[in-house]
């Protein structure tokens, strides 16, 4: 072994080490949150020692100076529940890079291939595949922009560089006589399906502990709006949303959505839209990795970027699969 690499040692994360990777990732990621890197360590700390077993720390002289970690979600295929691992955080001290420790890390990761990896940085996604035997791409997830006429007037208003307000999310948005979206305070209200599954074949679990879990512990209130979307009287699908600022604007993002209906899901946008103007904003923004066509109710303009997504499992077909930014750290990332 290179003498570089003889007193760097990988090992396997465990709730000890909570405190000090917690410290690590606080130095390393600075643009991100204390509270959601909490919130993330805290996701594992609560899973068996088999979870733990998927997370993995870089120690050099007693010194953290990389790591790997995932935490346990659930898919649900052909009705059956089971565990699947979101990775992320993984990195490397920029000190200690090019001397092959990712490598070190990645032949730890080709210990299971029940994992899905979402917003994978253009280095990381040409590196992995030379290294992760079980890597495999699926569709990217797509970056959409929606603007309505308050785009004119917070054109004037960023110029003069006027502070935003604050969010303002109504109670009830009617779309129709039947057609109605409701805001919950409660995750027993959002009234999901059983299993937690939306669709027939392949789904990310969308059940009450997941939304009670990724938004309502982490920001809920101050962060996140969820409503419940009704037809007819009956619950059948939802929406999370949130004020983002991104390049000096203030968008309406949508984080989140589940419709029973898969025609349903440009609603989630058409919420949006309507929260957006009643706060006199004109932008709307969304991650998803349907393919949305350009026409439609609110109109959506598909942007270049495009993020970069991975599974490690070549024999389950995840091309269909609904991923949004609930399902990675970008919510907590790229913006404000």
Not at 101 to 120: E, P, T
Not at 245 to 265: A, N, Q, T
């Amino acid at each position: 072994m290179d003498k570089a690499l003889t007193e760097i040692q990988v090992v396997s994360y465990s709730p000890q080490w909570h405190a000090r990777l917690l410290e690590y990732m606080r130095k390393v990621y600075p643009y991100r949150g204390v509270q959601y890197l909490d919130w993330w360590l805290s996701n594992i700390d609560s899973g068996c020692e088999d979870d733990w077993l998927k997370c993995f720390i870089v120690v050099e002289d007693e010194e953290i100076i990389g790591c790997t970690t995932a935490i346990p979600i659930e898919l649900v295929r052909d009705g059956i529940r089971n565990t699947l691992y979101l990775r992320g955080n993984t990195i490397i001290s920029p000190e200690k890079r090019g001397k092959g420790i990712s490598k070190l890390l990645y032949d730890k990761v080709n210990s299971y291939n029940d994992w899905l990896s979402v917003g994978i940085t253009d280095i990381a996604w040409k590196i992995q595949p030379k290294f992760v035997k079980s890597f495999t791409p699926i569709r990217p997830i797509n970056i959409y922009v929606a603007a309505n006429g308050w785009i004119f007037p917070q054109l004037v208003r960023r110029f003069f560089k006027r502070k935003s307000s604050p969010m303002r999310f109504p109670e009830h948005i009617r779309l129709s006589h039947n057609k109605t979206f409701a805001h919950i305070d409660d995750a027993k209200a959002l009234l999901a399906p059983e299993k937690g599954c939306w669709s027939k074949d392949l789904e990310l679990v969308r059940d009450e502990a997941f939304i009670q879990k990724r938004f309502f512990d982490i920001y809920c209130g101050e962060r996140y709006a969820i409503y419940k979307y009704e037809e007819q009287g009956k619950a059948s699908g939802y929406v999370v949303l949130r004020k983002i600022v991104y390049g000096g604007f203030d968008m309406v993002s949508v984080v989140d959505y589940r419709f029973l209906d898969r025609r349903d899901e440009r609603k989630a946008f058409l919420l949006a839209q309507k929260v957006a103007r009643h706060n006199r904003m004109g932008l709307v923004f969304g991650m998803s990795s349907r393919k949305y066509h350009f026409l439609g109710s609110p109109l959506l303009i598909t942007t270049p970027k495009k993020l970069n997504c991975a599974v490690g499992n070549k024999e389950v077909d995840f091309s269909d699969l609904l991923i949004t930014s609930a399902d990675s750290d970008l919510d907590f990332v790229y913006y404000q």
